[in-house]
């Protein structure tokens, strides 16, 4: 292998991602300082018109950066400590792991076991945290994490947990990626406050509806081959008037929305 050949080209992609993730940056860093503009009071004002409200909002952290990371493979010597399982790898990153012995998904007091089963049956299960349990399809979804922040809606950063009809656990599905680089240096984000005017400004507030939750987390910015680039996120949910959930997500640092596939959820389940 040409080694030089290989460092000068690392050294080219990443001076072009720099020149379009600044480029990015000014744009919306723009459009998300004309929300600011509208002024406090307006938008105070105009969400109790609306009847919209919203609870106590959270400690954040006033500046955060981009972050990188490869897909990582599995081998099967790392997986050789755990017993009682069959392991598939496909592809060399996606892992499809089948329980030999019955596991229960819920304790004696009907909660439940996630924490155990991810410590004790799956590589890395530390790494994850829970997003959403399905009952009527009977799996779990898990979304890798960056410190405390969720990767959302991943496919490479995902971890499926299935159980039968009698509540064992029979199988999962996981991809993950390997060490996390902070990317450029930290930058400013929008505040929780900031994110329900950008939302109320766009119309995706609608009347009488309230904002149950604000949380940080991670969404996918750039897709290189194996090499992906994340960017803060806010994720927002919303109850409106007739109990309907909706969730928003709200890039951090450039103040735009970021749209998921609809059909995620579907593709989990075979």
């Known amino acids: 292998m040409d080694w030089n050949k290989t460092k000068t080209m690392f050294i080219v992609v990443f001076a072009i991602l720099n020149v379009f993730l600044y480029s990015l940056y000014l744009n919306q860093y723009n459009e998300a300082q004309n929300v600011r503009v509208l002024g406090e009071t307006s938008i105070e004002d105009s969400l109790k018109h609306d009847n919209i409200s919203y609870g106590p909002l959270p400690e954040y952290p006033e500046e955060m950066s981009y972050v990188s990371a490869d897909t990582a493979p599995f081998s099967k010597s790392e997986l050789s400590k755990y017993k009682n399982q069959e392991f598939v790898i496909s592809e060399e990153t996606i892992l499809y792991a089948t329980l030999e012995e019955p596991y229960m998904i819920k304790n004696a007091r009907g909660d439940y076991q996630f924490p155990d089963f991810l410590t004790n049956y799956v590589p890395y299960g530390e790494e994850y945290l829970l997003w959403e349990v399905v009952e009527e399809n009977q799996f779990a979804l898990f979304f890798q994490k960056v410190e405390e922040y969720p990767i959302y809606f991943n496919y490479n950063a995902m971890l499926i947990v299935y159980w039968d009809d009698k509540g064992n656990i029979t199988h999962y599905e996981q991809q993950r990626f390997g060490e996390f680089d902070s990317f450029n240096k930290k930058k400013d984000i929008l505040s929780p406050r900031d994110v329900i005017n ?30 992906q680039v994340f960017a803060p996120t806010w994720r927002v949910r919303v109850e409106l008037k007739d109990g309907e959930i909706e969730d928003h997500f709200v890039n951090a640092i450039e103040g735009k929305m970021v749209e998921f596939q609809q059909e995620r959820n579907e593709n989990v389940v075979e």
């Open 198 to 227: 950008t939302l109320y400004s766009r119309d995706y507030l609608k009347k009488d509806s309230s904002v149950t939750s604000i949380s940080l987390g991670y969404s996918t910015l750039i897709t290189l081959t194996q090499t």
